[in-house]
Each structure stands twice: as structure tokens, then as C-alpha cells.
């Protein structure tokens, strides 16, 4: 079975700075997609990026950035000059092609302090 | 475009009592998908939709638990009695038929069961 983790519960990072959130996960499958998503206190999950397997560039959007290493099956996060407004939870999430049915890591609260 | 919808967003019932969610997908989106968030749980599938088929019920608790989809604009989440242990935040979400593309999640209904 296919299965997401997410080792740090909780970081903080100082306004402006840069912040790695780490995920791993681990499946037997190719060809796969994996997510960031993003949850603040309002609750709404929003997409940050998403990284196709076979792709080998790592996806960068803005300020977010992916470090994904396949042959480790590694997605870590990194936010660059972290802004107030990136304070949430951030879940790594993975599906498999065949599927519909993302799976999600537990998650890690992100606190950006001023 | 509105979003996924979600009604209601919040709601307070005794052990019991049925309790009908209700969700309406992004227009043109032909799969939907159902997620409960807990703290010690997380993230879960509970039923998925293509063309308004269920594809994979796995993920449904128990028989207290059925899902519909009458049409592509619509989809519901019954409990039937519902227990304490029901309380969660309730997610719909919905995406292009293949389910790799993003999912579009709905603002939630935060559910507690008395």
C-alpha cells in the first residue's frame, strides 16, 4: 500500500527566510503524481505545486520550489522569502495514475514568525 | 466559477439523528471525490465518483455511511445514526475525470455529533 509521511510536525521559519518541509513516500508504482497542498485556519485546502514522476525537473511556482528525488522517493517543499500569509498547515499528498483517490501525509503546521 | 460547494458548513447533531451532506462540484468536472479530516486520522478517502459511478467506496467507514450521486451537479453524504465518533471536518472535492489534475476541495462542513 502507498503511504505518505511526513516526519517534522510542527516548523517555524522568520518572516523573509527560507523554510524546507520534508515528505517521503513510498510506493511500488512509476507512474504517479505528488502535491503540496496548503490548509490555513480557514480550513480550505489549496493546491501549492504538483510534480509528475516521470518528469525529472523539479516544479517550481513563485516562491515554492520541490526538491523531488525519485530514487529516494523524496518531495520536500521550500518556501523562499516566507511571508505571513504561508503560516498553515501544509500536507504532502500522492496519487497513483490508475487511482482517483489521493493520499495524504499527516501534515506539518508551519508557523512564520514577524 | 463558484468553486465546489458545501452545505452546511457547519453542524451540531445528537447521537442518533441522520445527517445529510451535501456537495456540488465544479461544472465540468466529471469526478468527485468525499474526505474526512480528523486530528488522529487525518486526511481520508472515504468514496469517489466518476461520471457520477462510485469507483472506490473502500474508504466508507461503515454501513452507516452512503454516499449518492444523482447527477453530475450533485452529490450527498449521509450518516445513519450518526455517533460522537462521526465528528470531523467533511470535504468534497472534484477534478477532470482522470483524477490526476488537481482536486478543487470545497470549504468543508465541520460536523459534531453529541
Known amino acids: 500500500a502507498q503511504t505518505v509521511t511526513q516526519s517534522q510536525p510542527e516548523m517555524s521559519v522568520q518572516e523573509a527566510e527560507t523554510v524546507t518541509l520534508s515528505c517521503t513516500y513510498d510506493t511500488s508504482e512509476s507512474d504517479y503524481y505528488l502535491f503540496w497542498y496548503k490548509q490555513p485556519p480557514s480550513r480550505q485546502m489549496i493546491l501549492v505545486i504538483r510534480q509528475e514522476a516521470y518528469k525529472q525537473q523539479n516544479a517550481t511556482e513563485n516562491r515554492f520550489s520541490v526538491n523531488f528525488q525519485k530514487a529516494a522517493k523524496s518531495f520536500s517543499l521550500k518556501i523562499s522569502d516566507s511571508q505571513l500569509g504561508d503560516a498553515a498547515m501544509y500536507f504532502c499528498a500522492y496519487i497513483r495514475r490508475s487511482q482517483g483517490n489521493l493520499i495524504f501525509g499527516k501534515g506539518t503546521k508551519l508557523s512564520v514568525k514577524p | 466559477d463558484a468553486g465546489v460547494i458545501q452545505s452546511p458548513r457547519h453542524e451540531v447533531t445528537e447521537m442518533g439523528q441522520e445527517v445529510t451532506l451535501r456537495c456540488k462540484p465544479i461544472?465540468?468536472?466529471?469526478?468527485l471525490f468525499w474526505y474526512r479530516q480528523t486530528m488522529m486520522r487525518g486526511l481520508e478517502l472515504l468514496i469517489y465518483f466518476n461520471n457520477n459511478v462510485p469507483i472506490d467506496d473502500s474508504g466508507m467507514p461503515e454501513d452507516r455511511f452512503s454516499a449518492k450521486m444523482p447527477n453530475a451537479s450533485f452529490s450527498t453524504l449521509k450518516i445513519q445514526p450518526s455517533e460522537p465518533r462521526d465528528s470531523a471536518v467533511y470535504f468534497c472535492?472534484?477534478?477532470?475525470?482522470?483524477?490526476?489534475?488537481?482536486?478543487?476541495f470545497g470549504p468543508g462542513t465541520r460536523l459534531t455529533v453529541l
Open positions: 472535492a472534484s477534478s477532470t475525470l482522470t483524477g490526476i489534475d488537481e482536486q478543487f
Open positions: 461544472s465540468g468536472h466529471n469526478s
